[in-house]
């Protein structure tokens, strides 16, 4: 089977795989080289998150001599810069940012990359790009085989976005010992809501500030004793993303929405996961025949607004003023119900609407609000 030409149960089958590393970090070595066998290449996975004590350099496939010789050229690595700010998820390549002649002309490819047998196109993506942590995934293409095609680019873009949410899930739950209903309790000093519940949306599990925002009545409640939304349509789609992660389901997916709030507050961020059976067992103790199906994590973006405001100043080089206005308008409400909030002319919205927009390359309100709910 060539490269990037894996069945619909193999890809599902290796998803699965993605999330199950996320919880038991041992597995990540093995899930990198069925990555590799998919995409027919050479897997680089980092990740430095020391706020977390989470660092990690892993490529199972390539010389660990080399892989740790790519630390020392780090300060030389022309590459390493190139990709920061991207959307983590985003697939990006060396030729969007340096021709190959600059590339190929440069001490790091002649002393590391040309010896490691790369070609000069690898898939490329951020797993998280968040203050002082970092992540980031490299397939490297063997340079004596044809480039990657559009059936391994298109699988590689899949991947990604599993891994992403794969590693936002194995950041939030480092260090917590999960063995058991009791150890469970350690999840209440999240700042996230974390909900376990069964195939049917019955939770397992709701640590404290998941309790919180349920019972300030803030997108998440639970009716008849199920995981609901207190926006009716977002109730359906949190129940049908809890129901897709259910054991005895083939097609276990999962998936990411927004919970909406109040008038003038910030959308929940939520996250399903599939929770694999063997962590299932471990973790949680049969509760009268209930065995937990998903993880469902959910962030209030409101706490980080602050900073998040002075990042996008930072990144995207946005004056405080259309800064405030980036992060008011993913409240709802469209531009002109962000203009009365901020007491300012619809005039002026639509000047600095058209600013944000030049500056972070976005060209829709919609786009913009997903820039803005990401971390």
Not at 51 to 70: H, K, M, T
Not at 106 to 111: A, G, I, K
Request: glycine share 10%; net charge negative; aromatic share 6%.
């Amino acid at each position: 089977m060539r490269a990037g030409e894996l069945s619909d149960d193999a890809v599902l089958d290796l998803v699965g795989a993605i999330y199950d590393a996320a919880l038991e970090q041992d597995r990540w070595s093995s899930v990198l080289e069925r990555v590799d066998d998919a995409i027919g290449g050479r897997v680089l996975f980092g990740i430095y998150d020391p706020a977390n004590g989470l660092s990690s350099l892993l490529s199972p496939r390539i010389d660990p001599a080399r892989v740790q010789d790519l630390l020392g050229w780090a300060p030389r690595n022309p590459l390493l810069p190139l990709g920061v700010g991207r959307t983590p998820g985003e697939i990006f390549t060396i030729g969007d940012f340096i021709s190959r002649a600059q590339f190929t002309s440069s001490d790091f490819y002649n002393e590391w990359w040309q010896p490691a047998g790369f070609d000069t196109e690898p898939l490329t993506t951020n797993l998280l790009v968040d203050h002082n942590a970092t992540g980031i995934l490299t397939s490297h293409r063997p340079s004596n085989l044809e480039p990657y095609d559009a059936k391994a680019r298109r699988l590689f873009a899949t991947l990604a976005q599993h891994l992403v949410r794969a590693v936002a899930i194995q950041r939030r739950t480092h260090q917590l010992d999960i063995t058991g209903r009791a150890a469970l309790a350690g999840l209440d000093g999240l700042d996230q809501g974390f909900v376990l519940a069964d195939a049917q949306g019955r939770p397992v599990f709701i640590n404290r500030r998941a309790r919180e925002l349920m019972e300030a009545g803030h997108g998440v409640v639970v009716e008849d004793g199920v995981l609901s939304a207190v926006n009716a349509e977002d109730g359906h789609q949190l129940r049908a993303l809890i129901s897709s992660c259910s054991l005895d389901n083939p097609d276990r997916i999962g998936g990411e929405m927004s919970l909406q709030r109040p008038p003038g507050r910030m959308p929940l961020r939520v996250q399903v996961t599939p929770v694999g059976s063997e962590w299932t067992e471990k973790a949680v103790p049969l509760a009268s025949g209930w065995r937990s199906s998903a993880m469902v994590l959910i962030t209030d973006p409101e706490p980080a607004a602050k900073t998040q405001g002075e990042t996008l100043r930072e990144r995207y080089g946005l004056t405080r003023a259309e800064a405030a206005f980036a992060l008011e308008i993913v409240k709802g409400g469209g531009r002109r119900a962000t203009a009365e909030r901020l007491g300012i002319t619809d005039g002026t919205a639509r000047s600095h609407l058209s600013k944000i927009f030049d500056k972070t390359g976005v060209t829709r309100q919609a786009e913009l609000v997903r820039l803005m709910l990401q971390k």
